[in-house]
C-alpha cells in the first residue's frame, strides 16, 4: 500500500500538474499514448481534466482486441464451425464482432469456444482432449508474443500435435512509425509500459530522429502518467526531443532479451493488417515455417466469409487519434458496452469504452 500511495498522492499529483502548467509552452502540444492501459487509466483518473488547454491527449492503436481486424475474427469464427475444433481464447475476444458474427455467438449456437487466462490453459487442453484439435488464438503486441512462442515450444517437446496458433500478434513500433508519417499531428508519446519492457527502447530513438517526435516510456499509475506528460513538455519546451523511461522500476533500455529471443525464435515480422490504419509493413508476427506444424493457418484450411466492416463505425478512425470516440455518430446510441457495434467499445482497454464508462 505504501508503494501505491507513492504514485496517487493527491498533493504530488498536484505538484505534478502545477509543475506541467508552468513549463507549458504557449503553442499547443498534442501527446498520443499507445497504450489501452494507459487510455483506461487516463479516463479513470480524470487526468485530462487536470491538463491546461494547450495539452491535448488522444488515444493510438494501443488496444491488441481492438486492432485486430474483422478478416481474423471471421477466420476464428469459421474455425469454430468445423467439426472436431475447440477455440480457446482470452475473454476479451469473446464480443468483438466479426463481419456477420463473433465468437460468443458462436458458443451459443453450440460451438466449442473456451476462455482460458493463460497458454498454460490452452495446452492443459490439448493434453486432455487428444481427440479433437485445439486452436489458441494468438492476439497482442510483444507483451504477450512470448508467452505464446514458450507455449508453442512447449507444445513441440510434448509432442502436443493437436495444438494450434492462430496469429494476429503485432508490434507497436512500426504503427507510431506509420502514426507519425500520416495526417494526424503528434508532438510527442507517451509510450507503452509493458512492450517497453520486453523490446526496450531503441525503436523509439528511429521514431526521434525521423519525426522529431519525443517518446516518454510511462507507467501506469496517476502519478506515472503526469511525470511522463511532463517530459514531452519539457522536451518540446527545450526543443529537444528524446526518449526517456519514467517507468525505471520495470523497464530497461536493453528490454528483456531472453522474451525476445524466445519470441525471435517462433516468429517471424510479416505485414499485417490493422484495424483503422491498413496494412503495415513488418508490423506482424507470423509463426516461422520451423513451427508450421502449429500453425492453425496453415495447417486447417477453412473457407471465410468476404470481410465487411458495420455501416457507421468509425472506430477505425479512433484508433488512429482522428477522431473522438463521442464524435461518432453511434457512439453511445447504437453502440454501447452492451450492445457493441466497434471493437473499441468491447475491450476493457477500449478508447471507447472508457469514453463511455469514464468520459472526459
Known amino acids: 500500500m505504501k508503494f501505491l500511495d507513492e504514485f496517487r498522492s493527491g498533493e504530488n499529483a498536484r505538484r505534478m ?3 506541467i502548467r508552468s513549463a507549458s509552452v504557449s503553442r499547443r502540444l498534442t501527446l498520443m499514448e499507445v497504450c489501452g492501459t494507459h487510455t483506461m487509466a487516463i479516463a479513470r483518473h480524470g487526468i485530462k481534466r487536470l491538463l491546461p488547454e494547450t495539452i491535448s491527449l488522444v488515444s493510438g492503436p494501443g488496444c491488441p482486441v481492438c486492432v485486430t481486424p474483422n478478416p481474423f475474427v471471421d477466420r476464428a469464427a469459421a474455425l469454430a464451425g468445423l467439426p472436431g475444433i475447440l477455440i480457446a481464447t482470452f475473454g476479451d475476444m469473446m464480443r468483438v464482432p466479426g463481419s456477420s458474427t463473433s465468437l460468443e455467438q458462436e458458443r451459443a449456437a453450440g460451438r466449442d469456444v473456451r476462455i482460458v487466462f493463460s497458454t498454460l490453459d490452452a495446452l492443459l487442453l490439448a493434453a ?3 481427440d479433437r484439435k485445439i486452436v ?9 508474443a512470448p508467452t505464446v512462442a514458450v507455449s508453442i515450444l512447449e507444445a513441440r517437446k510434448r509432442k502436443l500435435n493437436n495444438y494450434f496458433v492462430l496469429s494476429s500478434h503485432k508490434v507497436m513500433p512500426p504503427a507510431m512509425d506509420a502514426i507519425s508519417k500520416g495526417d494526424v499531428h503528434v508532438d510527442g508519446y507517451l509510450c507503452p509500459g509493458h512492450v517497453s519492457a520486453i523490446i526496450g527502447t531503441q525503436s523509439y530513438e528511429n521514431l526521434v530522429r525521423r519525426y522529431g517526435i519525443g517518446c516518454v516510456v510511462s507507467g501506469f499509475e496517476p502519478l506515472d502518467i503526469l511525470r511522463s506528460i511532463f517530459l514531452l513538455v519539457r522536451q518540446s519546451e527545450e526543443n529537444r526531443p528524446r526518449v526517456e523511461v519514467e517507468y525505471t522500476r520495470a523497464v530497461k533500455p536493453e528490454g528483456n532479451p531472453k522474451a525476445m529471443a524466445v519470441l525471435n525464435e517462433v516468429f517471424e515480422p510479416t505485414d499485417a493488417e490493422w484495424r483503422g490504419l491498413g496494412t503495415i509493413p513488418q508490423s506482424g508476427l507470423k509463426i516461422r515455417d520451423a513451427f508450421s506444424d502449429w500453425d492453425a493457418e496453415c495447417r486447417i484450411p477453412v473457407e471465410v466469409e468476404p470481410p465487411r466492416e458495420p455501416e457507421g463505425c468509425r472506430c477505425g478512425d479512433v484508433l488512429c487519434g482522428r477522431l ?6 453511434l457512439f453511445g446510441k447504437v453502440c454501447t458496452p452492451e450492445t457493441p ?12 469504452a472508457a469514453q463511455f464508462r469514464f468520459g472526459e
Open 17 to 19: 500538474v502545477q509543475a
Open 324 to 329: 473522438k470516440p463521442q464524435e461518432c455518430p
Open 136 to 144: 489458441f488464438l494468438g492476439v497482442g503486441f510483444e507483451t504477450t
Open 341 to 352: 457495434v466497434g471493437a473499441c467499445m468491447v475491450s476493457s482497454e477500449g478508447t471507447c
Open 128 to 130: 486432455s482432449h487428444t
